[in-house]
């Protein structure tokens, strides 16, 4: 089955830019989106088709994919953005989640 | 305003059933496609099932294949996850999530708030 890794932590300063990755066998012939999920919320989608943002997403979040790895940009990231991030792709019609990693803003 | 709200969840033993429910509302219910994505408790998201706008197209994780099954009634603009079989592994927030598309196997654009369900003796 399809798997799709991602590093479990990843730290950064406020007003940096944080990069998460996520890693598949030819990933990048799919398309990649991303969620974010603070503690006891629900998770919300902010990025799709490898680099679209929904509307209400701040212009901050960014992706690319390429190759065997979808990024997930944040950039001048600020307090608000500590949560866990997935990236989910589909694989012959069955969605796969990455293991989510968990940003820390310090 | 998207709402969805999941019920149903709760406390069974193994070997058991349980039929989730969820209700959908502000948007056009039978547009879209659906899906029940679930956490167990303080770890990851698995994507659980998924169906599209009409029902023609449903797909499974191979974790429940053959135990869950995936229905909706676009009549009600609800969304059903009925649950056979139940082990431990099971136990995990329940989440029923609204496609982009009316395919169902695009992004997951709004969520419910998940309902708990716990698979015990």
């Known amino acids: 089955s399809y798997e799709l890794t991602q590093p479990p932590s990843e730290s950064v300063s406020p007003g940096q830019t944080a990069s998460i990755t996520c890693s598949g066998d030819k990933l990048g012939d799919k398309y990649a989106c991303w969620y974010q999920q603070k503690p006891g919320q629900s998770p919300v989608l902010v990025i799709y088709?490898?680099?679209k943002r929904p509307s209400g997403i701040p212009e901050r979040f960014s992706g690319s994919n390429s190759g065997n790895t979808a990024t997930l940009t944040i950039s001048g990231t600020q307090a608000m953005d500590e949560a866990d991030y997935y990236c989910?792709?589909?694989?012959?019609?069955?969605?796969?989640f990455g293991g989510g990693t968990k940003l820390t803003v310090l | 305003e998207v709402q969805l709200v999941e019920s149903g969840g709760g406390l069974v033993q193994p070997g058991r059933s349980l039929r989730l429910s969820c209700a959908a509302s502000g948007f056009t219910f039978d547009d879209y496609g659906m899906h029940w994505v679930r956490q167990p408790p303080g770890k990851g998201l698995e994507w659980v099932s998924g169906i599209s706008w009409n029902s023609g197209s449903i797909g499974y994780a191979d974790s429940v294949k053959g135990r869950f099954t995936i229905s909706r009634d676009n009549a009600k603009n609800s969304l059903y996850l009925q649950m056979n079989s139940l082990r431990a592994e099971d136990t995990a927030f329940y989440y029923c999530a609204k496609d982009k598309s009316a395919a169902g196997t695009f992004p997951m654009d709004y969520w419910g708030q998940g309902t708990l369900v716990t698979v015990s003796s």
């Open positions: 088709e490898d680099s």
């Open positions: 989910q792709a589909w694989d012959s019609s069955t969605g796969v």
